[in-house]
């Protein structure tokens, strides 16, 4: 009963901490949220993020593919590696994009649209 209680209060504490936003940053909802304007924005040519979303896609692409650079049959542990590795790459620049398209979404919002006059 006790590891039981201290696994449920573990995963609370975890989602609680996910919904809020590291450092006081979004929330994970809030960046999920923005991956589809992100990609809406860049295709556009708004937003910056041409290249790493690129590579967000590749990355996920190598996960979901049957085929791997390392395979997981003959090499166990160290097929598994090589998708551990591309998954915490992806999840940490999925973080810091979504953290940095609503961080210029947020000062795109306060300038107002319009042309110089001389």
């Given at each position: 009963m006790g590891k039981t209680l201290k696994r449920s209060a573990a995963f609370t504490a975890l989602a609680r901490a996910l919904m809020a936003g590291a450092r006081g940053g979004p929330s994970l909802g809030a960046r999920l949220a923005a991956l589809p304007r992100m990609i809406r924005a860049?295709?556009?040519?708004?937003?910056?993020?041409?290249?790493?979303?690129?590579?967000?896609?590749?990355?996920?692409?190598?996960i979901v593919s049957p085929i791997d650079l390392l395979p997981e049959l003959p090499l166990a542990v160290f097929g598994l590696a090589d998708d551990a590795v591309m998954v915490t790459w992806l999840a940490g620049s999925v973080l810091a994009e979504t953290e940095r398209f609503l961080e210029w979404e947020a000062r795109r919002s306060s300038v107002i649209p319009g042309h110089v006059v001389p």
């Open positions: 860049t295709a556009r040519g708004e937003y910056d993020g041409g290249l790493r979303l690129a590579l967000m896609t590749a990355a996920t692409a190598y």
